[in-house]
């Protein structure tokens, strides 16, 4: 398989659609997860295309002496990929997104979120509209690929690569260069080895509830400085947080974010396993399964109203979706056949879910487990799922 014959059908429509409404589309995603392929895709056969890569140095001095007068010139599409590489391009963006019938349409590739980068969100606020690139997904790879999308992760060069050892070898040589080169061309002032560290240690967190104080005392630094490492690997869309649910149930429930690596081929990289032997053999499997199905649901539902739930007394719902006012849940279980559990019961009725939906590795047929609950193989979910539970009656409030 070449990256070339996979296709990424609903990214290509969400870009279209995006730059078709607004003056100025940001496509973000980590580095090497197929930005730049994505856009050359959505250029093929357009003859207004202007294109500047800021990743090279022809790129960059083609745009500093003059940057507004030469933007300001150009009519059709323009290209800025690496956009973070030149942050002072989005104030001068920003008045030629107001001009009247928008001349140009710029459509920007970048590799660090707008809070990562100074004055991005208020230079484009109104102006920009936003698409966010996960990795590979299994609905792009095909299900027969599952496997070796878990375990080499979705960044396409991993996934692609002719053998494991030659995936282990480009994890090495992304996880340098993003720490050598890509952290300070942002004007972060890190030190390379403890940024390493942390993201290191960030791998036997995964799946985890939050403790940047424990963290810190763990490598010797202060909570805050925590703070700032993980906020650097958020904001390059290497981790995630993802935000609790709380409401007034008269329990005590869990407040403080989860840790999530949001590629599993780079947590299995820091985890030191070795191909599916070792996955399966490794404590953190069941960590490991629940990151990746997480970001597969998320890739097609996206992360808006996304929440996790868990209680002090140990009941938890891995993943929590508000949608047109219902909820829906997902627990992701590295399971054969998994089996209903007390804890599904209680968040089923203490949230008062419209469905429940348990995702698993295997190759089987969905099955009920309740009569709002049904274990799905990951390899065969979809948003179908999602359109058939909402057209079901919701579930009456008490």
């Given amino acids: 398989m070449q990256h070339k014959e996979i296709q990424r059908k609903r990214l290509l429509g969400a870009l279209s659609v995006r730059c078709e409404e607004s003056p100025a589309t940001v496509l973000l995603g980590a580095r090497q997860v197929g930005k730049t392929t994505l856009a050359n895709m959505f250029c093929e056969g357009r003859a207004d295309v202007t294109w500047y890569d800021l990743e090279s140095s022809a790129g960059m001095e083609s745009l500093r002496a003059m940057p507004e007068k030469t933007l300001a010139e150009k009519r059709g599409l323009v290209v800025l ?10 104030r001068i963006l920003r008045p030629l997104c107001d001009r009247k019938g928008i001349p140009a349409r710029f459509l ?13 969100s208020e230079s484009l606020a109104d102006r920009a509209q936003f698409v966010h690139m996960p990795g590979l997904t299994v609905e792009e790879v095909g299900a027969k690929d599952q496997d070796r999308l878990w375990i080499r992760g979705g960044l396409p060069p991993a996934f692609l ?117 070792g996955l399966l053999a490794h404590p953190r499997l069941g960590a490991s399964w629940e990151g990746f199905a997480l970001e597969q649901i998320l890739s097609w539902t ?25 909820r829906y849940g997902f627990e992701f279980k590295a399971s054969d056949a998994p089996k209903l559990t007390p804890s599904m019961r209680i968040a089923l009725d203490d949230l008062k879910l419209d469905r429940l939906w348990v995702l698993h590795p295997a190759e089987a047929e969905p ?32």
Avoid at 108 to 120: E, M, T, Y
Avoid at 313 to 322: F, S, T
């Fill in 81 to 90: 990929d690496e956009i973070q590489r030149m942050p002072e391009l989005f």
């Fill in 108 to 120: 920007l590739l970048g590799s660090a979120s707008p809070d990562l980068v100074r004055g991005v």
């Fill in 161 to 277: 690569a002719k053998d494991a050892a030659a995936a282990a070898r480009w994890h090495e040589g992304f996880v340098q260069t993003f720490l050598e080169r890509d952290v300070p061309q942002l004007g972060l002032r890190v030190p390379a080895s403890a940024l390493r560290r942390f993201w290191s240690m960030a791998a036997h967190y995964h799946g985890q509830i939050l403790n940047l104080a424990e963290l810190g005392r763990a490598l010797g630094v202060a909570a805050g400085t925590a703070r700032h490492y993980l906020d650097i690997l958020c904001g390059s869309y290497l981790l995630r947080q993802l935000p609790p649910w709380h409401e007034n149930l008269g329990k005590r429930q869990v407040k403080s974010p989860k840790l999530y690596f949001r590629d599993s081929g780079l947590l299995h990289y820091f985890l030191g396993t070795e191909g599916m032997d």
């Fill in 302 to 326: 996206g992360d808006r109203d996304a929440y996790f739930w868990a209680t002090q007394r140990g009941a938890e719902l891995d993943l929590l979706l508000l949608r047109g006012g219902r």
């Fill in 367 to 398: 099955y009920a487990l309740h009569e709002r609950i049904d274990a799905v193989p990951l390899r065969r979910w979809n948003n179908g799922y999602l359109e058939k539970a909402k057209r079901r009656p919701p579930i009456a409030a008490t």
